[in-house]
């Protein structure tokens, strides 16, 4: 049986319970594109580990705009890098 190997994302950015994961792949041009995925990171008292959920409630709204941000400001930095590197 063949195992999946998962991909690591380039970065992460984590306040509190909620994370942003900025993915990059590159497109058949030799392009770097950036892709970000969003959770909110809970652990439930009968359960064991962690668990994720792309909900969030009003509580986490601010916190959520300001890793979306975080992430649009890491993903400028690894754009002009990869000019700069071109």
Same mark, same amino acid.
Request: hydrophobic share 35%.
């Given at each position: 049986?063949?195992?999946?190997?998962? #991909?690591?994302?380039? *970065? /992460? $950015?984590? $306040?509190?319970?909620v994370k942003a994961a900025i993915w990059?792949? #590159?497109? +058949? *041009?030799?392009?770097?594109?950036?892709?970000? #995925?969003?959770?909110? $990171?809970?652990?439930?008292?009968? +359960?064991?580990?962690?668990?994720?959920?792309?909900?969030?409630?009003? /509580?986490?709204?601010?916190?959520?705009?300001?890793?979306?941000?975080?992430? *649009?400001?890491r993903i400028a /930095?690894?754009?002009?890098?990869?000019?700069?590197?071109?």
């Amino acid at each position: 049986m063949t195992q999946k190997v998962k #991909t690591k994302p380039t *970065h /992460e $950015i984590r $306040i509190g319970t909620v994370k942003a994961a900025i993915w990059s792949r #590159t497109n +058949e *041009h030799g392009r770097t594109r950036y892709d970000v #995925t969003v959770c909110r $990171i809970f652990k439930r008292k009968d +359960e064991k580990g962690w668990q994720y959920t792309d909900s969030f409630g009003v /509580e986490e709204l601010l916190t959520l705009a300001k890793v979306v941000d975080l992430a *649009h400001s890491r993903i400028a /930095e690894l754009s002009q890098s990869n000019v700069k590197a071109a």
